[in-house]
T-cell receptor, first 114, second 115 residues
Framework: GAGVSQTPSNKVTEKGKYVELRCDPI?????LYWYRQSLGQGPEFLIY????????DSGLPNDRFFAVRPEGSVSTLKIQRTERGDSAVYLC????????????FGPGTRLTVL | AQSVAQPEDQVNVAEGNPLTVKCTYS??????LFWYVQYPNRGLQFLLK??????LVKGSYGFEAEFNKSQTSFHLKKPSALVSDSALYFC?????????????FGQGTTLQVKP
């Protein structure tokens, strides 16, 4: 079946602009995760949704970052007033719902802030 | 606080030889441990996980890992390496006593298998 998909695959923006990154999880998966991977680093947790609600947003670096999942499926990560330090690959993962379930990752969105 | 250490930035092995990629972890509760592989310009692919039960876990593509509680380790192994195994490998841990699914990842280890 279809895996996790993310759009766009690449996004180039200018410092100060607003961006939205989209994630389509595997059909039927109730848990959804966002991670950020900087060059040469492992993925870093941002936020975890169970259904429509953010069950853990402890990884969001500041209030410029916000994520939604209004219908419990597609999620959008929103970044306001982008900074050059926001440049990274943003990864989305989904799982069936139990905390022991495997997280399956999408291909990522590479964000470049000029 | 949870943490994962992958002490080797790169591991080099010859094709056909056994390989080991090391991982140690620190969590306050029960560890749930995972290995993922990342090919260039691709997302992370799941290899295997340890939740409970048998300490030796077998996964995809002939990989296995052994959970060692006393050494807080979860090293990835394969009896005979292939050139196609060359990739970036990540170990991750989740605190099984917490109610969040967040994974903490190591820095990654590049595996280079030479023909």
């Amino acid at each position: 079946g279809a895996g996790v998909s993310q759009t766009p695959s690449n996004k180039v923006t200018e410092k100060g602009k607003y961006v939205e990154l989209r994630c389509d999880p595997i059909s039927g998966h109730t848990a959804l995760y966002w991670y950020r991977q900087s060059l040469g680093q492992g993925p870093e947790f941002l936020i975890y949704f169970q259904g429509t609600g953010a069950a853990d947003d402890s990884g969001l670096p500041n209030d410029r970052f916000f994520a939604v999942r209004p219908e419990g499926s597609v999620s959008t990560l929103k970044i306001q007033r982008t900074e050059r330090g926001d440049s990274a690959v943003y990864l989305c993962a989904s799982s069936a719902g139990l905390l022991t379930d495997t997280q399956y990752f999408g291909p990522g969105t590479r964000l470049t802030v000029l | 606080a949870q943490s994962v250490a992958q002490p080797e930035d790169q591991v080099n092995v010859a094709e056909g030889n056994p390989l080991t990629v090391k991982c140690t972890y620190s969590v306050s509760g029960n560890p749930y441990l995972f290995w993922y592989v990342q090919y260039p310009n691709r997302g992370l692919q799941f290899l295997l996980k340890y939740i409970t039960g048998d300490n030796l876990v077998k996964g995809s593509y002939g990989f296995e890992a052994e959970f060692n509680k006393s050494q807080t380790s979860f090293h990835l192994k394969k009896p005979s390496a292939l050139v196609s195994d060359s990739a970036l490998y990540f170990c991750a841990v989740r605190d099984g006593s917490s109610n969040t699914g967040k994974l903490i990842f190591g820095q990654g280890t590049t595996l280079q298998v030479k023909p």
